[in-house]
């Protein structure tokens, strides 16, 4: 039972335009959220996370969204840049459950294209 | 610059062999996991622990065991390796925060033939 989803593999940008990827989840007792980047042959590096109490966490050209109703959340990166071109990881984890670990997604990889 | 080392970044072993990987950190963090990642599957956890000598098993335990004899030291065994684990394996350490996330090593990527 995959309770966190990303339903799209892939996803290809423009170089300048927005790119958004999405993110689902099953559990709702998930109050906390991060997005992770990786590429190929490295570990994943931390991005940007949201609590449940929040529903929009900026940091720079990254924005992340949170629908709590919907189980949704979605990672906006504006401008794109071919930098960006890795595989993005959403992850879910629940503060009541005490034990720190975290859900991962399957991971959508992010092509920009120059 | 604080990190988290995974001693190989390749492995190739045979089939039946018993196979440790190896996982330093050193941010004092408590908390260490291992996770595997598959195309399609994502990461998935395989065993975590919250302190020394201590370990729960992730939702794929199964053909794996861990061990933890020190904070900053937390190894993966594949007691009789197999083909299906071949995979990229990733070691991560965190505080016992939610908001800090975690910190990874470069990953082992481990091929069974």
């Known amino acids: 039972d995959q309770q966190v989803k990303q339903n799209s593999p892939s996803l290809s940008v423009q170089e300048g335009r927005i790119s958004i990827l999405n993110c689902d989840y099953t559990?709702?007792?998930?109050?906390?959220f991060l997005w992770y980047k990786k590429y190929p042959a490295e570990g994943p590096t931390f991005l940007i996370s949201?609590?449940?109490?929040?529903d929009k966490n900026e940091d720079g050209r990254f924005t992340v969204f949170l629908n709590k109703s919907a189980k949704h959340l979605s990672l906006h990166i504006v401008p794109s840049q071919p930098g960006d071109s890795a595989v993005y990881f959403c992850?879910?984890?629940?503060?009541?459950?005490?034990?720190?670990?975290?859900?991962f997604g399957t991971g959508t990889r992010l092509k920009v294209l120059a | 610059d604080v990190k988290v080392t995974q001693s190989s970044r390749y492995l190739v072993k045979r089939t039946g062999e018993k196979v440790f990987l190896e996982c330093v950190q050193d941010?004092?963090?408590?908390?260490m996991f291992w996770y595997r990642q598959d195309p399609g599957l994502g990461l998935r956890l395989i065993y975590f622990?919250?302190?020394?000598?201590?370990?729960e098993k992730g939702d794929i335990p199964e053909g794996y065991s861990v061990s933890r004899e020190k904070k900053e030291r937390f190894s993966l065994i594949l007691e009789s390796a197999s083909t299906n684990q071949t995979s990229m394996y990733l070691c991560?350490?965190?505080?016992?925060?939610?908001?800090?996330?975690?910190?990874f090593g470069s990953g082992t990527r481990l091929t069974v033939v």
């Open positions: 949201i609590s449940s109490i929040k």
């Open positions: 992850a879910a984890s629940s503060f009541t459950s005490g034990t720190y670990k975290y859900i």
């Open positions: 991560a350490s965190s505080l016992p925060r939610l908001d800090y996330g975690y910190t």
């Open positions: 622990s919250y302190d020394v000598k201590m370990k």
């Open positions: 559990n709702s007792m998930f109050d906390y």
């Open positions: 941010m004092d963090h408590e908390n």
